[in-house]
């Protein structure tokens, strides 16, 4: 079993719809939660990152952290076109020595 | 854009050769970190420099090295080069918490 897992998708949704990205781990000391969005031909951008159990929104984007279920999400309200990238979350001990999902792949159809 | 850089773009190599590869650090950031990301996978930890100094290492051997310079600019060195290295090898400068990933280098080992 991998210590972090992400379906790689790809995931498909219409224009201005919710997405659900997700991600389960198996290491209950991981502190560090973190998602990164990844444009084609370009390096990873950090979306957002949280610390506690709990939702944490920005914008269109809100991140929420089960530590009880090891398992995380990413939503994404009103989804436009240039949200489509790969996502990837990335969780562990630093903000540095992350262990990585694969990335699920999120096209938004006009 | 971030302020990282990366040099070169794209890389063709031998196997069993040696390259590398350099990444410039947005304006202020002391700490460098290299991570390697395979095809449809997320990026794995290589190793991390602070202030010139190695301050932590992934699971990768130690044909795998780096430096990092006085103005904070860095390069990641691969000793024999293997067909698995061929990769997406990424820089990534911060500061404090949060990290700026360049647009990486294609390594790619024939």
């Known amino acids: 079993q991998k210590e972090v897992e992400q379906d790689p998708g790809p995931l498909s949704v219409p224009e201005g719809a919710i997405v659900s990205l997700n991600c389960t781990y198996s290491?209950?000391?991981?502190?560090?939660f973190m998602w990164y969005r990844q444009y084609s031909r370009k390096g990873p951008e950090l979306l957002m990152y949280?610390?506690s159990s709990g939702n944490k929104e920005d914008g269109r984007f809100t991140a929420q952290v089960d530590k009880s279920s090891k398992y995380i999400s990413l939503f994404i309200r009103d989804s436009q076109p240039s949200d489509s990238a790969t996502y990837l979350c990335?969780?562990?001990?630093?903000?540095?020595?992350?262990?990585w999902g694969a990335g699920t792949k999120l096209i938004i159809k006009p | 854009e971030t302020g990282v850089t990366q040099s070169p773009t794209h890389l063709i190599k031998t196997r069993g050769q040696q390259v590398t590869l350099r990444c410039s650090s947005q304006?202020?950031?002391?700490?460098v970190s290299w991570y390697q990301q395979a095809l449809g996978q997320g990026p794995q930890f290589i190793f991390q420099?602070?202030?010139?100094?190695?301050?932590g290492r992934g699971n990768f051997p130690p044909r795998f090295s780096g430096l990092q310079f006085p103005n904070y600019s860095s390069e990641l060195n691969v000793n024999a080069l293997e067909l698995d290295d061929s990769a997406l090898y990424l820089c990534?400068?911060?500061?404090?918490?949060?990290?700026?990933f360049g647009p990486g280098t294609r390594l790619t080992v024939t």
């Open positions: 949280t610390y």
């Open positions: 990335a969780i562990g001990h630093s903000n540095y020595q992350l262990i």
């Open positions: 304006s202020g950031h002391n700490t």
């Open positions: 420099y602070y202030r010139e100094e190695e301050n």
């Open positions: 290491n209950s000391a991981f502190q560090y």
């Open positions: 990534a400068s911060s500061f404090s918490s949060e990290q700026y």
